[in-house]
């Protein structure tokens, strides 16, 4: 499974680092944007768009909503529209965290409601991609993206190490079983080093306060990287699947791919906004 995983990542990697130094925020938007629409037929699937829909064209419609509202957010980025968007989505994972600590209590086949569900795709993937777009439209832009991405990874592969090495307490029992205290903890210090080489060479920090409002930042991204992935495994939990789809080899679907990203996209974006770098 690591093998394959490390294969797929491998093939895959190349083709990501040449589309955001190479190409332009709209073909950036564009790529990343169709990528994400694979992850919307997933998300769809997951949550009964396919299954309950009014015909068999319910899960196109469903897309076409998802990309028309994608493509507006990446060509109207200097406008409110994709802060909006983002907001919308750093919202939702919060309200996925409370549902993350209180499952399965009040879960049920019905809650939450299938609809309320689907519809966080038309927002959380969007978003996600507006956020992909604002942080490669902003000076420096394929290094912010580049740095964003780096970031979830070395979270990722940081929690897979630790966790395999020393996890003892698991974090999240009823949702993924395999994840531990002591693997997130292990993520969030690589992580922290990647923020720390960012912060130096990328941004230039000027004082310790600047220094400490972005490493909380980092600390925030990175948890939230976590909720998107959590999140992700009690939407299939809810369904009864292992995975998302079976596209990556490895990896399962697109969305077992980016979960973390939904989360910690958004919310790089909006916090160096806020942070004014």
Known sequence: MLLQRVITALVLLPFVLATLWFGSTPLVGAVFGAAAMIGVVEWGTLTGVRRNGAGPGAIALYVAAAAALTALAVWQRATALPWVLISGTCIWWLVVLVWIKRYPVGFDAAHPPRWLLAAAGLLVVPGTIAAVALLHDAPDGALRLLFALVLVWAADVGAYFAGKGFGRRKLAPNVSPGKTWEGAMGGL?????????????????????????FLLLCVAVVLLSIVGDLGESLLKRQVGVKDSGTLLPGHGGVLDRVDSLLAALPAMALGLKGLGL
Not at 197 to 207: D, K, V
């Open 189 to 213: 210090v690589l992580a922290l080093l990647i923020a720390l080489a960012a912060g130096t060479w990328l941004f230039r920090l000027p004082n310790a306060t600047a220094w400490m409002a």
